[in-house]
């Protein structure tokens, strides 16, 4: 089951960089991404279902919510101060607004959806795929970071935030697996960072060839 595992994990990565720097590179439109997207969602899920994982066990859960965010809540202030320390020096701090302003009425939600598809692959897949290879503990928690990090190249900025993040998410989730305290954690450091690091050397959060264009 540990060989099984990790192979798993290097299919899932493996399509997760090819769709981002052949896919996403190649395509006409951004729909042509649904078929990788819903191969790797499809993979997913089948991966659960043969080992009988519970929504609960996932993180489909409320009730260490709060202990969640307890755990993320000192991280997630010295990263945003740490930022804000970045942006000043740079020049770059403000306020990243929508330029129009019903935009304000569903970006948040989109934000937090977004964040919270992002860690359920991560978390509920990743981090516990390899939990069952290497264990609870940093050699885990690494490795679930370092593939973040990958998937963001070559994105400099972009993948020292997600290795960083990586960090802080996965090590939460294994001491308590809440993948809503997650998602809202990944939204709201995801404006913090659009709202410190220059725009020039965010490149409008664009990863793979994209990212030269």
């Known amino acids: 089951m540990r060989?099984?595992?990790f192979w798993e994990i290097v299919s899932l990565a493996s399509t997760a960089l090819i769709a981002v720097w052949a896919v996403l590179a190649l395509a006409t439109t951004r729909w042509l991404?649904?078929?990788p997207v819903a191969l790797a969602f499809s993979f997913i899920?089948?991966?659960?279902r043969i080992r009988r994982e519970t929504a609960r066990e996932l993180g489909w859960r409320t009730d260490?919510?709060?202990e969640a965010m307890r755990l993320l809540a000192l991280p997630m202030l010295a990263a945003a101060l740490?930022?804000?320390?970045?942006?000043w020096f740079m020049g770059s701090l403000r306020v990243a607004m929508p330029e129009k302003r019903t935009a304000l009425l569903w970006l948040p939600f989109a934000g937090m959806a977004w964040?919270?598809?992002q860690q359920y692959v991560l978390q509920a897949f990743f981090n516990r795929r390899a939990q069952m290879v290497?264990?609870?503990g940093w050699i885990s928690v690494l490795v679930v970071a370092f593939i973040f990090a990958l998937i963001h190249l070559p994105n400099w900025w972009l993948a020292l935030a997600t290795l960083a993040g990586g960090i802080i998410w996965a090590a939460t989730y294994q001491r308590a697996p809440n993948l809503l305290a997650l998602g809202l954690s990944h939204g709201i450091m995801t404006w913090v960072?659009?709202?410190t690091v220059p725009q020039s050397a965010l490149q409008s959060l664009r990863v793979g060839f994209k990212y030269f264009g």
């Not at 899920?45 to 659960?48: E, P, Q, V």
């Not at 740490?82 to 942006?87: K, S």
């Open 64 to 66: 260490n919510f709060w």
């Open 3 to 5: 060989q099984l595992a």
């Open 134 to 136: 290497w264990g609870k």
């Open 33 to 35: 991404l649904i078929v």
């Open 115 to 117: 964040g919270l598809t």
């Open 193 to 195: 960072l659009i709202s």
């Open 45 to 48: 899920i089948l991966s659960h």
């Open 82 to 87: 740490l930022m804000a320390l970045i942006g």
